[in-house]
């Protein structure tokens, strides 16, 4: 029975890289997701025992068995951590030559063990206290996460504020216009593209400018990342007061997810009479859910293995850190939902009631999985920041192109769309900063750098005049549209660094080599 228990150690240290993962991540990962994948991991630790099982051939002796398994295991989730170390990866001699040395010591230690079965005990049973230990430790780290995360959105003054109903006539003045809003992933306007990729975007511009698009001169974002300018622009609110209220150090989204869960612009629709139809994204877990629409529109229907292996940030995290990832390809299953989103976004405009809908399409961003005819790129193309990039924004734009023009011919009514991007690029790699407050100009304004097309019948491209940031984007058409009685934002912009995405540092000129004023938390 001991010798039992002791051979547990593969699968306890297979369930401790799983757990250290969402330990290290909180609000990377969706609780409901964390059984199945640590179950799917573990499933795979004790295929592996059972070969090795029936490879010694000796029912009595579970030890050798088990120490095989944790070694593969080691290797697994090791392997990925030590070619990162090199460049070119697992292809790199150095790569190479350790990984054959860790193989053959790892074959050398368990011979050793196989001749002295009194230390192979003894080392199994130090395994096994260690990774329970391990376990335990990791579990309550998760358990205190989600109880504090629970506790940061209760006490917030901010989740409150936002919750109350912006005052606005009862019901909306005729015509009834459906609000598409499509959301484009580090897409960056033309500015950027012509300065950090020497691209001209005007061919795509101009060819929405002809369907009657508004495209101001300047476009730009509040925030850095999109855990912030998407919960800003969805309830036309700025949120830099998050930092005030979340304790130094906290990187947890649950506060700001909750904000985009409970848009107050969707709320203010729906009490019109509008249907909030939303699009999941494909695995970023800030737009996975959206428990204020009334439709979901999932775009792959059933079950199909190679789909749930992506479908979700932690598998794909998992993934990523294991060998997995030398074994499997994403790219397609991307590129599929990618287009399955915007064919079904485009076919929006037969649905009868007034709609609200919502798509966050994780694209142009990176993995790039389109060439500019919306092909498979070439692996070198893949790897290329530039080349890829420009290859996919060129795929995307023909795609956008056709669902505007779709949106438009088939609509009774003229319909409000909103083409808008969270922010810009990071060529210039803004968070290799040693503070937020230290970014340099043109970093900060190749990131602030987002793009925005709107088509506004009835004269609403007054409201967004020729200078417009993504805060003020939809309050802009509460206010056009529907007569909310809502504030204008101001424009400002806030810098913070990745890893510390709630320090912030208000910009007050991205055009300007003086640095940006530091915000003081309030006491």
Known sequence: MVRRVTAFHPFLFAAVYVLYLAAENPGG?????LLPVTATVLAGVGLVYLLASLAFRQPNDTLLPALVTLLAVVF???????????????????????????????????RWLARRPGRLQSASTLLTLTGTLLVVRFAADIVADQVRSRRIVAESDLVRELAQPIPGPPSAAPPLRDVYLLVLDEYANATVLRERFGYDNRPFEDSLRALGFHIPTTVRSNYFHTILSLPSLLNAAHLHRV???LPEGVTDPALVNRLLERSRVASYLKARGYRYVFFPSMWWNSTRWAPLADSVVQVWPGFKPG???FRTEFRRVVQEGSALRYLTRRGPWDADHVRRTLGAFKELSSVNDPVFAFAHVLSPHSPYVFDRECGTPSSSAAADRKEGYIGQLECLNSMVLDVATRLLLDSEVPPVIILQGDHGTST???????????????AA???FGAFGAYYLPDSGEVAFGDTVTVVNVLGNVLRHYFGADLPREPDERYLSLEGSAYEFHRDVDTSAVAPPRRLRRSS
């Open 307 to 309: 789909q749930a292996a």
């Open 445 to 447: 304004r190749e990131r």
């Open 29 to 33: 990962y969706e609780v409901g997701d």
């Open 428 to 442: 210039l790699r803004y968070s290799s900063a040693p503070s937020a407050e230290l970014v340099p100009a043109d």
């Open 76 to 110: 697994c989730f090791g392997l990925p951590q030590l070619t990162q170390s090199f460049r070119g990866g697992p292809r790199n001699p150095a790569s190479v030559a350790i990984a054959v040395l860790g193989i053959v010591a790892g074959g050398l230690a368990v």
């Open 243 to 245: 930092g005030d209220e």
